[in-house]
């Protein structure tokens, strides 16, 4: 092994580095006699300096960084790589003390129990694994994705409360992560493309919580021409149940995203933030 600093070009260490070679290099003199043993002392110089310049080339080389998946663009927040889908984004946690989500049915069916590793992702398939990594503090995790959320700008991941607190971050109650899917056991792992079609992307254009503004709402979408429109129970954070009003119905994601483009320019300075999921 190496001293550090000789990697680096520091004078010191290139100076440790030839000492090492000297050593290993030098020896006393010897006198060849005849038989096998006599050959043998006359290649121990030149193996002893191979062996030291083999030892040499190995400690000082640059290591070798590997990686799972490649590195995101510059200001890019996802990426699907041959190894798997990646993002990186605000995450935040639910499930606390009277926030009314704790043994209610999640979008996947299960009740939600906030001691599991569990989350909510907008479009990722039911059932997907992700490695999560606090990028505050570099705790990971592995949680199973069994809900829809979170809807608020910004914000790509809803840990369950017990994730949040292996994570480090309960008592902040966001932080910056990065997100890969894997498998059970934290391998990476591949999408299925197949899922898109079985459940289209949808665009949730407000989750309502009274019936007037959900009916005008519907009927706003519905002469807008903007697909079908779907209700769906949610809870809000502080426990109230609401509607959560969907608009659209759509196999390819690029397509989703013009929609939600559009709802966003006809819904512009009025408070509706659209965003896109799955219909399940």
């Known amino acids: 092994m190496s001293h550090p600093s000789a990697r680096n070009g520091n004078p010191a260490g290139l100076a440790w580095t030839r000492q090492v070679e000297v050593r290993l290099t030098a020896g006393l003199p010897l006198r060849p ?6 050959r043998v002392r006359q290649c121990a110089p030149s193996s002893a300096a ?3 310049l083999l030892f040499i080339l190995h400690c000082t080389r640059t290591p070798v960084s590997r ?5 995101l663009p510059a200001g890019s927040r996802t ?5 798997g889908y990646e993002e990186t984004g605000e995450a935040s946690w639910y499930g606390g003390n009277g926030d009314g989500f704790s043994g209610k049915p999640t979008a996947s069916g299960e009740l939600f ?3 599991s590793f569990t989350c909510a992702h907008r479009t990722l398939p039911m059932g997907t694994f992700l490695e999560v990594e606090n990028l505050d503090n570099g705790l990971k995790i592995i949680v199973k994705v069994n809900d829809r959320g979170p809807f608020a700008r910004g914000r790509i991941l809803d840990l369950s409360k017990h994730s949040a607190m292996e994570l480090g971050f309960l008592t902040s109650g966001v932080t910056q992560v990065r997100i890969a899917t894997v498998d059970a056991s934290g391998a ?3 999408l299925d493309p197949d899922l898109d079609r079985q459940n289209p992307y949808t665009i949730q254009v407000a989750a309502l919580a009274e019936k007037a503004n959900v009916d005008r709402l519907s009927r706003e979408l519905e002469q807008g021409s903007f697909g079908p429109v779907s209700l769906l129970d949610g809870v809000a954070r502080d426990g109230r149940p609401v509607k959560r009003v969907r608009a659209g119905s759509y196999i390819q994601l690029s397509d989703a995203e013009q929609a939600a483009d559009k709802l966003a320019k006809f819904f512009k300075d009025r ?6 999921t799955r219909q399940r």
């Open 33 to 38: 006699t005849g038989g096998l043993l006599g």
């Open 271 to 276: 408070g509706v933030e659209p965003f896109i």
């Open 188 to 190: 990476p792992k591949t």
């Open 50 to 52: 191979a062996l030291g």
């Open 79 to 83: 990426a699907v790589t041959v190894q």
């Open 113 to 115: 129990d906030p001691k």
């Open 67 to 71: 990686s799972r998946g490649r590195t």
